[in-house]
DNA sequence: ACGAAATGAAACCATTTGGTTTCGTATATA
DNA sequence: TATATACGAAACCAAATGGTTTCATTTCGT
């Protein structure tokens, strides 16, 4: 029982952009930790720890496969980032109308 | 010339709960510095430092008003938030759907 | 059975972060 | 003019952050 005692939540995870690159990774990709971290300029272990981070945010799912551990992301908790985000929307008036354009059209960003 | 050199972005900024409720309390209201301090429980100057890093990532202006500096949300860089997690969206299909009815209800969250 | 691969835990380190108190300066007011 | 108010800069500090290397454990493939 009590609260789920998140130690890091979204508003954290998504701060750092090594993060936020391994979030884009795993959108569609399910990866074990030694083929993910070839994607960074860093040790297998500061990747490791990255994870661990993102995961107690919620943000990934990790199962383990054999000797290895594969890693996925869940959006679930973007949400609350779309939330937050929302309640924002109310403030911008005429400036934002010519920014949603912009926004609408998907080009990928970083 | 060259980029405008943001020491702090977005991400970073609203990553610290003190200055995501900054943002809230400055969202329809222009306050001056010691007013703003009169909300948290800290010293002037420690919320003074959070309010440069919000005007570092471009989410308030500042205005000399005589002795008083007052703040004012610009909600114009939270664009690039939108885009972000946009991006995700097309991550979550079914799942998503039901919590979308959570994020239209706009009972305040935080 | 044995060696290699995959991983996390631990100890360690430099830098950043979020806070403090003190002080100087500009502006308002009595 | 003198005093009080509003504020930021500076120096300082403890804790968190983001990285490293080393080591032990589990699992896979000969």
Redesign the interface.
């Known amino acids: 029982m009590g609260e789920p005692q998140v130690k890091h939540d979204v508003?954290?995870a998504?701060?750092d952009?090594t993060r936020?690159k391994l979030?884009?990774l795993l959108?569609?990709k399910e990866m074990p930790v030694t083929m993910i971290s070839g994607h960074f300029p860093m040790s297998r272990t500061a990747v490791s720890k990255h994870l661990r981070i993102l995961s107690e945010a919620g943000l990934v799912k990790e199962r383990r496969v054999g000797r290895e551990n594969r890693y996925r992301?869940d959006?679930?908790p973007?949400?609350?980032?779309?939330?937050?985000?929302?309640?924002?929307e109310r403030?911008?008036e005429n400036?934002?109308a010519a920014?949603q354009l912009?926004?609408e059209s998907?080009d990928?960003?970083?």
Do not use: S, T
């Open positions: 508003f954290q998504i701060a952009p936020r979030l884009k959108a569609d992301l959006p679930e973007l949400v609350e980032l779309k939330r937050w985000y929302g309640y924002f403030f911008w400036k934002m920014l912009l926004v998907d990928p960003v970083e």
